[in-house]
C-alpha cells in the first residue's frame, strides 16, 4: 500500500468508502470537549470511530490521548504505524493507521487533527471533511488557563499561534462560545446526515 492510499495497475488511489473528518482550530477552541461528547452520543453507533491520538506528552484531564516518549513516536513512524502525522507547540502527534481499517470497511472517522496535514488527508482518503471549530480569543485565552497545562511564554505563544484556516476551507463551521451541547448537537446531527461533500466539492469551501 501507498503512503497516501491504495495501489491500483502502479497508480495510488485515495482510501475510501468510509469517511474521515477532521476537527481542527485554533488552540482553546474546544475540539477535544467536543469530540468528547459526540462519541459519548455515538457510542452505540459502530459505525463511528473516534481514535485516541498518539501525542508525545505526558496524560492529562484535558485530553484523551496515548502518551509516548519521543524515541517510541519516531519508531512508529518510521514503522509506518501512524495514517498522519505532524509536529505542533513542539510536541508530535500522530493518528494511528488502523483507522484505514475502518476507512476501508465503510465506517466513518473523527478526530482531531492540525489544519497543516488537511492537503495530505485530502489526497489519501476519498471522502474527507474539514470541520473547523472557533471561539473568541478571550474565550480562548480562559480555557487555555484553565487546562493549567502550559503558563507563561508557552500559553502566550498557543494564543498567538490562532488558526488561519478560513471558513471557506471548511465543509462545516461551528462556533463553540456557548454551551458545550449546543455545538456537540451541531456536530453529530451533521454527521448522522452524510457530513461528507462530494470529491468536487473539495476546494469550493461550505459552511455550516
Known sequence: MADNGSSE??????????????????????????????????????????????????????????????????????????????????LSYGIPIEIDATVHRGGSVICNASRTIVAKARARYLNLAVVLIEAPAELRAARLASRQREGGQELALRLARASDFKPTDADLVIENAGALTAAATTLVDWLLAGGVPSAADHGRGAAG
Open 9 to 90: 495497475h502502479g497508480k495510488a488511489t485515495a482510501l475510501g468508502p468510509g469517511r474521515v473528518v477532521l476537527l481542527v482550530g485554533a488552540s482553546g477552541a474546544g475540539k477535544d470537549a467536543i469530540l468528547l461528547e459526540a462519541r459519548r452520543r455515538l457510542a452505540s453507533r459502530p459505525e463511528f470511530s473516534f481514535p485516541r491520538r498518539v501525542v508525545t506528552r505526558a496524560p492529562g484531564a484535558a485530553e484523551d490521548h496515548d502518551c509516548v516518549s519521543v524515541c517510541e513516536f519516531n519508531a512508529r513512524l518510521e514503522h509506518g504505524r501512524f495514517a498522519l502525522a505532524w509536529r505542533a507547540h513542539g
